[in-house]
């Protein structure tokens, strides 16, 4: 089945640096990736529409300026939180559109700034 | 835009019972309805679907109905096992001729199964 990968699984940075959380369809094309928040015991919240080749589609009230989206190929995007402040710690998830429209979730990549 | 409510917030059940989560939409225009199940620590996993020209479908022990006219639709587990236990989402969305927009999701059910 479709499978999408995030990297880093897991990230601990200090307040004020920059971290890229990398999301892969690994077995299939996707021209459509989403980027979700999941705040503890809460639902996904959508950041931005990423699609390939142009530029990120973002949520009211989302930074573009603070969440860097680049969706350089048919099977990466990546996301990446400029100057990390406490507030951004969260779980961040990627979800990737495959032909048959079904979106495929990846494992999520839980990021603490400290 | 998109509104989903999900009901209950949380629901245990004796191993072997039945199991029933709710959610409705605001938007009428909404004609794709997945179920994604997430275990602690991981993305979530889609384990069933429907499109609005249906009223059910069933996977084994997993179906969905959904009532167009009132804009609702439930997921449907039985026989529950232990490995059930989860939180689940229900989610909408619009497809069209350009594809599909982006999923809303309800607020989640923690679904607990006592063995």
């Known amino acids: 089945g479709a499978v999408v990968s995030q990297h880093p699984s897991w990230v601990i940075c200090k307040s004020g640096t920059s971290v890229k959380i990398e999301c892969r369809s690994l077995d299939f094309q996707a021209t459509t990736m989403f980027w979700y928040r999941q705040f503890p015991k809460q639902s996904l919240m959508l950041m931005a529409t990423?699609?390939?080749?142009?530029?990120?589609?973002?949520e009211q009230g989302v930074e573009k300026d603070k969440f860097l989206i680049n969706h350089a190929s048919l099977t990466l995007s990546t996301l990446t939180v400029t100057s990390a402040h406490p507030e951004d710690s969260s779980f961040y998830i990627c979800?990737?559109?495959?032909?048959?429209?079904?979106?495929?979730f990846g494992p999520g990549t839980r990021l603490t700034v400290l | 835009g998109e509104n989903v409510e999900q009901h209950p917030s949380t629901l245990s059940v004796q191993e072997g019972d039945s199991a029933v989560i709710k959610c409705t939409y605001s938007?009428?225009?909404?004609?794709?309805f997945p179920w994604y199940k997430q275990e602690l620590g991981k993305g979530p996993q889609l384990i069933i679907d429907?499109?609005?020209?249906?009223g059910e479908k069933k996977d084994q022990r997993i179906a969905v109905t959904l009532n167009k006219t009132a804009k609702h639709f439930s997921l449907h587990i039985t026989e529950t096992q232990p490995e059930d236990s989860a939180v689940y989402f229900c989610a909408s969305a619009f497809e069209g001729d350009t594809g599909r927009r982006a999923l809303t999701f309800g607020s989640g059910t923690r679904l607990q199964v006592q063995p």
């Open positions: 429907i499109r609005s020209n249906v």
């Open positions: 979800s990737a559109v495959a032909v048959s429209d079904t979106q495929y």
């Open positions: 990423s699609n390939e080749g142009s530029k990120a589609t973002y």
């Open positions: 938007d009428s225009a909404s004609n794709y």
